[in-house]
T-cell receptor, first 113, second 113 residues
Framework: DAGITQSPRYKITETGRQVTLMCHQTWSHSYMFWYRQDLGHGLRLIYYSAAADITDKGEVPDGYVVSRSKTENFPLTLESATRSQTSVYFC????????????FGEGSWLTVV | LAKTTQPISMDSYEGQEVNITCSHNNIATNDYITWYQQFPSQGPRFIIQGYKTKVTNEVASLFIPADRKSSTLSLPRVSLSDTAVYYCLVEGLYGGSQGNLIFGKGTKLSVKP
C-alpha cells in the first residue's frame, strides 16, 4: 500500500527558478491538499482540490500554481521561486466522504537560495 | 469555517495524563472534530475523531460537551514518544468550499522524564 508519496523529498533551487513538487496518491481519494509549514509554525493551506480539474485557493496561494488532470496526481508549481518560499511542503489527501480524516505525505523540503 | 483556539504549548512528565482543550465556538451542526499528531520532520497523522460525547481508541480519548463549543483530547500516561504537536481541526462533511481545511498553530506538547 504505497499511500501518498511526494517528490522530490529535498530540493535546493535558486531565486527565480520554476520548481514543481509532485504528489501522488494510490487511494483514489477525491480531495487533495497542499500545505506549507515554516520552521516553528503550523500548517498553512496553499491550494486544495475536490476532484480532477477542480482546484481552489487556500490561505496562502500567491506564487503557487496547481493542476489536477488526474485524480491521483496533484503537482504544486512555484513559477518563480522566492526565498520566502523556503519551507516544508506537505501534500495530503482525503476521501471526503465522512468526517475529515486527512492522510499526509512525508513532506518536501524546499530551500530557495 | 469553525475557527479553533488551542494552547500554544504544554509540558508534562512521563506517566501523567495530559488533557489538551480546543475551543471552537462557532462550530456548525455538521462539523466533526478531529485531532492530529505531528512529530518533527513528519506529516501530521490522524489520532481521533468525534462528533459528540466521548470517543476512545487505543491512543487517546476525546471528550465533547453537549454544546460542542470545545473538545478535549486526553492522552493517558504519556511517554517521551508523545512529545509532538497536536492539532485540532473542525470541519463539516465535504462539499464545495468545505475542502478549505484550515489547521491552527497546534499545541506543542513536551513530555519530560
Amino acid at each position: 500500500d504505497a499511500g501518498i508519496t511526494q517528490s522530490p523529498r529535498y530540493k535546493i533551487t535558486e531565486t527565480g527558478r520554476q520548481v514543481t513538487l509532485m504528489c501522488h496518491q494510490t487511494w483514489s481519494h477525491s480531495y487533495m491538499f497542499w500545505y506549507r509549514q515554516d520552521l516553528g509554525h503550523g500548517l498553512r493551506l496553499i491550494y486544495y482540490s475536490a476532484a480532477a480539474d477542480i482546484t481552489d485557493k487556500g490561505e496562502v496561494p500567491d506564487g503557487y500554481v496547481v493542476s489536477r488532470s488526474k485524480t491521483e496526481n496533484f503537482p504544486l508549481t512555484l513559477e518563480s521561486a522566492t526565498r520566502s518560499q523556503t519551507s516544508v511542503y506537505f501534500c495530503a489527501s482525503s476521501p471526503g466522504d465522512s468526517g475529515n480524516t486527512i492522510y499526509f505525505g512525508e513532506g518536501s523540503w524546499l530551500t530557495v537560495v | 469555517l469553525a475557527k479553533t483556539t488551542q494552547p500554544i504549548s504544554m509540558d508534562s512528565y512521563e506517566g501523567q495524563e495530559v488533557n489538551i482543550t480546543c475551543s471552537h465556538n462557532n462550530i456548525a451542526t455538521n462539523d466533526y472534530i478531529t485531532w492530529y499528531q505531528q512529530f518533527p520532520s513528519q506529516g501530521p497523522r490522524f489520532i481521533i475523531q468525534g462528533y459528540k460525547t466521548k470517543v476512545t481508541n487505543e491512543v487517546a480519548s476525546l471528550f465533547i460537551p453537549a454544546d460542542r463549543k470545545s473538545s478535549t483530547l486526553s492522552l493517558p500516561r504519556v511517554s517521551l514518544s508523545d512529545t509532538a504537536v497536536y492539532y485540532c481541526l473542525v470541519e463539516g462533511l465535504y462539499g464545495g468550499s468545505q475542502g478549505n481545511l484550515i489547521f491552527g498553530k497546534g499545541t506543542k506538547l513536551s513530555v519530560k522524564p
